[in-house]
């Protein structure tokens, strides 16, 4: 990036804030921001990108904020948009960034050096179980099949993920037979460079069963192509209600991908409030119920303090089985 576009940058951010904050107390009606530019660590059409753009589209279309922008900037597993953002607070204010579990994990690891204490925690706002699957055609109907054929040949049931060793599909795969009795560290997994391929693996029969998103898993289910034989949310999830939780299994584990934003380090306390006012607000409009349903998403709303117990929660979490694992 050159010295010239990241000025640019800095001074359509700062005129950005300008707008966004200086009239908010003016607004009428339920308008509670002019506009909002939200900074993506990932390309156009990952999951970053449609968690920032649908919530810009649900603010906009229900009169909460008068304008959405969006810059999405790649690099890093995310740390080149965290970096940006913390070295250019100042001018970053009406700038609000999405993130998601890897921020937990690709800080653990030393991805990059920041972490989501380094950042203003603004709301979690959605989540994205994990799901357990095998193919259609498989004899494993639910996690006591797939644990009896681990039992009988643990090196012919592996588990596949569209994440590398110590990614989030490694993790809850390790988490589930974990909590089911099993070593973590037995347990194979093979990693596959997208989810994807993942997929083909697990309906060529070349894994025995795939970890993966629940809302990924929903439309392959719908489509006849695979059993969902264990969810990680801990009551039923509506879209996907014939599919049982791994508690209703017997085994003691949750998890649930979190998608949510953050505001550049020092941002005001009034600033914050406004931001987490317009995305509460949100929850209640038919135009997020829209947005929200055309992608499977699940409202997992935690605020403020909330949000940081949340995230602690998680990392602790996280942070032992990696340790357990050999990624720490």
């Known amino acids: 990036m050159t010295t ?23 607004a009428d009606g339920q308008k509670v921001l002019d506009s909002i530019h939200f900074l993506i660590p990932g390309g156009a059409g990952g999951g970053w990108d449609g968690t920032a753009r649908g919530t810009g589209e649900a603010l906009t279309k229900a009169g909460l ?29 009406g700038t609000l960034m999405v993130n998601s579990t890897p921020i937990v994990i690709r800080s653990l690891t030393g991805v990059f050096p920041q972490s989501f204490r380094d950042l203003t925690l603004v709301a979690g706002t959605i989540g994205d179980y994990a799901a357990i699957v095998v193919g259609k055609d498989s004899p494993v109907n639910n996690m006591s099949d797939l644990l009896a054929a681990y039992d009988a040949d643990p090196s012919a049931t592996a588990i596949g993920g569209g994440s590398v060793p110590g990614g989030m599909d490694h993790l809850v795969a390790a988490m589930a037979m974990e909590a089911a009795g099993k ?39 719908n489509a006849g192509e695979v059993k969902i034989i264990g969810v990680t949310a801990d009551a039923r999830v509506p879209a996907a209600a014939d599919a049982m939780t791994m ?12 998608r949510g934003f953050f505001g550049a380090p020092g941002l005001s306390a009034e600033k914050t409030a406004v931001y987490q006012e317009a995305i509460a607000k949100m929850y209640d409009t038919p135009e997020w119920e829209e947005v929200r349903a055309r992608n499977g998403w699940v409202n997992i709303h935690n605020s403020g303090d909330d ?16 340790k357990k694992l050999g990624f720490l």
């Open 183 to 221: 070593d973590a560290l037995d347990v194979k997994y093979i990693p596959y460079d997208a989810g994807g391929k993942a997929m083909a693996a697990l309906l060529s029969g070349e894994i025995a069963a795939l970890s993966t998103g629940l809302s990924e898993a929903i439309d392959l289910a």
């Open 4 to 26: 010239f576009s990241m000025g640019r940058r800095a001074l359509i951010a700062a005129a950005m804030a300008a707008l966004s904050f200086g009239s908010a107390a003016q």
């Open 65 to 93: 904020v008068g304008s959405a922008s969006y810059e999405n900037m790649s690099g890093g597993g995310g740390g080149k948009a965290i970096g940006f953002l913390i070295e250019n607070a100042a001018s970053n204010e």
């Open 247 to 258: 508690k209703e299994q017997g085994i003691d584990m949750s998890f649930v991908n979190w």
């Open 307 to 322: 949000f940081k117990t949340f995230l602690e929660s998680q990392e602790k979490t996280i942070g032992d089985l990696m």
